[in-house]
């Protein structure tokens, strides 16, 4: 199982909104809902931002939304703020009962 | 409140032997998986495997099968990552993690290990 893909970065300035993308194959981002997305500021631990692509956890600001088209999940932040400039992964569980991560994505605050 | 604390950097040669561990409070230890993932410096995130401490069901990602050890004690609530000959190419950050179905909702402060000569 090779890593989902990601675009190595994405940029916007404060107030805009950016959108992350994650793909993979038909087989796992496309057949099932298990993507899971992650925010990782420099020097610090991942947190978890979005499960079952478009779910978020009691605490994560409602700027931050996933969604799926086909093969394709995406992480959107809207209304960009300053806090948010981290790298972004998303991850899956796969039919083989392993977790895959994504390439990463830093997104950076003009 | 749940919390995952792991155990402090290493400096170790290669060659050496290593135990890490991460210490889970504030949830039914022996009811979740807890796991661990990889990042090597300036690199992205690599899942490792995953053990279940109530009966030590353990699964590892192909490309850590073999490489490394993942057990865990469940009368003092802790979880290990063993490596019995380091190599300088397991020089990274490990996180611990609590995987619940699909997605890891919490994360350790994670070990920073270097293997130098």
């Known amino acids: 199982q090779s890593a989902l893909t990601q675009p190595p970065s994405v940029s916007g300035s404060p107030g805009q909104s950016v959108t992350i993308s994650c793909t993979g194959t038909s087989s796992d981002v496309g057949s099932y809902n298990r993507v899971s997305w992650y925010q990782q500021p420099p020097g610090t631990a991942p947190k978890l931002m979005i499960y079952e692509v478009s779910n978020r956890p009691s605490g994560v600001p409602d700027r931050f939304s996933g969604s799926k088209s086909g093969n394709t999940a995406s992480l959107t932040i809207s209304g960009l703020q300053a806090e948010d400039e981290a790298d972004y992964y998303c991850?899956?569980?796969?039919?083989?009962?392993?977790?895959?991560f994504g390439t990463g994505t830093k997104v950076t605050v003009l | 409140e749940v919390q995952l604390v792991q155990s402090g950097a290493e400096v170790k040669k290669p060659g050496e032997s290593l135990k890490i561990s991460c210490k889970g409070s504030g949830y039914s230890f022996t009811s979740y998986w807890i796991g661990w993932v990889r990042q090597m410096p300036g690199k992205g995130l690599e899942w490792m495997g995953i053990?279940?401490?109530?009966?030590?069901?353990?699964r590892y990602s192909p490309s850590f099968q073999g490489q490394v050890t993942i057990s865990a004690d469940k009368s003092i609530s802790t979880a290990y990552l063993q490596w019995s000959s380091l190599k300088a190419s397991d020089t990274a950050m490990y996180y611990c993690?609590?995987?619940?179905?699909?997605?890891?909702?919490?994360w350790g402060q994670g070990t920073l290990v270097t293997v130098s000569s």
């Open positions: 991850s899956l569980y796969t039919s083989s009962s392993i977790y895959v």
């Open positions: 993690v609590r995987p619940r179905d699909y997605y890891f909702d919490y």
């Open positions: 053990i279940y401490p109530g009966d030590s069901d353990t």
